[in-house]
């Protein structure tokens, strides 16, 4: 099992980050708008110049190739990009038969158009195909700021099981008190430059 740990990272106007994720774990990030949450889910993933360690399970983020990093530390921006026409063209070829049913798609959508998703059904799929990547860590921004409030809750079911069942240290930026309270071990605050623990009912 992988933890992901960051040590004193600073990326924007964020200075001296240190972290833990550990691994089949999830730690929620939130912060006012334009404060750095997404930045520094950039940076974790190697996107982003940043100073400071990112680790995972032991290994540097330097000291591994960025293709290779990026294929262990996957993340799942608040807008995902698909590059193929077809749905089915971002996905191993088996991926339709075994898509999950929380996630309330037809095996048929593998042969979908990408143009008539709309961007709730983009942010469902995006996460199935972070997830066939077979990540250590996850690096969510959002992932359900575009559902309603039960597929949101659905959601949160199946991947609080996929994440503790495949053990993977997931770090999730998130806005709603409501499921922070749902899916988090533990809970960070960006406050002004700095990441701050949040504790019990705060």
Request: overall charge negative.
């Amino acid at each position: 099992m992988t933890e992901l740990l960051l040590e004193n990272v600073s990326v924007g106007a964020l200075t001296e980050v240190s972290l833990v994720v550990p691994a089949g774990q999830i730690v929620c990030l939130s912060g006012p708008s334009g404060s750095g949450k997404s930045r520094l889910l950039r940076a974790v993933a190697d996107l982003e110049p940043h100073d400071g360690g990112i680790y995972l399970g032991g290994t540097r983020q330097q000291d591994m190739p960025a293709h290779q990093w990026r294929s262990r530390v996957v993340m799942v921006p608040a807008d995902s990009q698909w590059w193929f026409d077809e749905v089915g063209g971002h996905f191993p070829e088996d991926d339709g038969s075994r898509l999950p049913s929380a996630l309330g798609f037809p095996a048929e959508v593998m042969g979908w158009s990408v143009s008539r998703l709309s961007s709730g059904e983009r942010q469902r799929l995006a996460l199935w195909r972070a997830l066939s990547l077979e990540p250590e860590a996850l690096l969510l921004d959002e992932p359900t700021a575009n559902l309603d409030g039960s597929s949101t809750e659905a959601l949160e079911t199946w991947l609080l099981e996929e994440i503790r069942r495949r053990h993977i240290a997931t770090l999730w930026v998130a806005h709603d008190p409501g499921q922070i309270h749902r899916v988090a071990e533990a809970h960070y605050r960006i406050h002004g430059t700095r990441l701050e623990p949040v504790h019990g009912g705060d």
